[in-house]
């Protein structure tokens, strides 16, 4: 079954920048939209950006001016570019896609709410 991987996380000093992506573990024929979570330890998931395709990225309040989401519709893969990071952006990071289309057997097969592993990203001071 096709999963999402993600790569990119790390630990960084404050103010640094990571680059996080997430893309099928396969060839696809089309994927979207692109939403990126993040999880603090001991807070819920909250949603940070996201893209869909009408190419109009939206950002939650606490990122809005540091990180970019953008999508690659020709390899099906999206990006979140982190800058100027600080100890509140320390958490798991998740891809998701709302759906992701597929050939099996010659056959179009179609899969919904797709997750990333997650990928770590620590900010230390």
């Known amino acids: 079954q096709v999963q999402l991987v993600e790569s990119g996380g790390g630990e960084v000093q404050i103010g640094g920048s990571l680059t996080l992506s997430c893309a099928p573990s396969e060839t696809v024929f089309g994927v979207g939209p692109w939403t990126w979570y993040r999880q603090a330890p001991g807070k819920l998931r909250e949603l940070v950006a996201s893209?869909?395709?009408?190419?109009?990225?939206k950002y939650s309040d606490s990122v809005k001016g540091r990180f970019t989401i953008s999508r690659d519709t020709v390899k099906k893969l999206t990006f979140l570019q982190m800058n100027n990071l600080n100890p509140e952006d320390t958490a798991v990071y998740y891809c998701?896609?709302?759906?992701?289309?597929?050939?099996?057997?010659?056959?179009?097969?179609?899969?919904?709410?797709?997750w990333g592993q997650g990928t770590q990203v620590t900010v230390s001071s």
């Open positions: 998701h896609a709302g759906a992701l289309e597929y050939y099996r057997n010659d056959q179009l097969a179609r899969l919904h709410d797709l």
């Open positions: 893209i869909g395709g009408d190419n109009v990225p």
